[in-house]
């Protein structure tokens, strides 16, 4: 089946620690985003990329960073810069054309601060 | 900057009952709204909306968009214990000077409907 998969569902970060997240998808797809969730708040643009090797800020992209080698992953690194990273994680593909609006999410991952 | 605006942001119904999820929004260079439902973890797509006053329906949920008030409605007829979820709304606009098309989500409302 194809899908996207992020792992893990749940992790835990100790204070000046790097972590990664990890999201693959075999959609296809080109465009590959990281989304934000927090309590009360709407999904909010981390990164994204519509192209290997190449990638662009979103709306709140301070303290993370990411990477494109290939079309299937795009794994994000939430760095120790980032002061509040208590959050849920959705990563999401689209096409690039026509249907590009319908975004397919993964299963996020739940990141907390020990 | 664009602005989505969902409401109510929570809502708490029996089931049977017809609900209405209200999406506003202020964007430049509109090219579609979306809404998506969020049970557990990832959103799924309901609807894609571009043209106004043309009704997009599945089932019991409905959608239509009104472009000159800019602002979205969904419809659940006869709602159903799983139709508990989080609705979202996104608004999908073209960026300033031409840049690529960005998804601006609004905060979702947070529908329970008991037995």
């Known amino acids: 089946d194809g899908g996207i998969t992020q792992s893990p569902k749940y992790l835990f970060r100790k204070e000046g620690q790097n972590v990664t997240l990890s999201c693959e998808q075999n959609?296809?797809?080109?465009?590959m985003y990281w989304y934000r969730q927090d309590p009360g708040q709407g999904l909010r643009l981390i990164y994204y990329?519509?192209?290997?090797?190449?990638?662009q800020k979103g709306d709140i992209a301070e303290g993370y960073s990411v990477s494109r080698e290939k079309k299937e992953s795009f794994p994000l690194t939430v760095t120790s810069a980032q002061k509040n990273p208590t959050a849920f994680y959705l990563c999401?593909?689209?096409?690039?054309?026509?249907?590009?609006?319908?975004?397919?999410f993964g299963s996020g991952t739940q990141l907390s601060v020990l | 900057e664009d602005k989505v605006v969902q409401s109510p942001l929570s809502l708490v119904v029996h089931e049977g009952d017809t609900v209405t999820l209200n999406c506003s929004y202020e964007?430049?260079?509109?090219?579609?709204l979306l809404w998506y439902k969020q049970e557990k973890k990832a959103p799924t797509f309901l609807f894609m909306l571009?043209?106004?006053?043309i009704e997009k329906k599945s089932g019991r949920l409905s959608s239509i968009l009104d472009k000159k008030e800019l602002f979205s409605i969904l419809n659940i007829t006869a709602t159903q214990t799983g139709d508990s979820a989080i609705y979202l709304c996104?608004?999908?606009?073209?960026?300033?000077?031409?840049?690529?098309?960005?998804?601006?989500f609004g905060k979702g409302t947070l529908l329970t409907v008991n037995p």
């Open positions: 990329s519509q192209i290997v090797n190449d990638f």
């Open positions: 959609l296809n797809h080109d465009a």
């Open positions: 964007v430049t260079n509109f090219r579609s």
């Open positions: 996104a608004v999908e606009a073209r960026g300033s000077g031409g840049s690529n098309y960005k998804l601006t």
């Open positions: 999401a593909s689209s096409i690039i054309k026509g249907e590009r609006e319908k975004l397919f």
């Open positions: 571009t043209s106004s006053g």
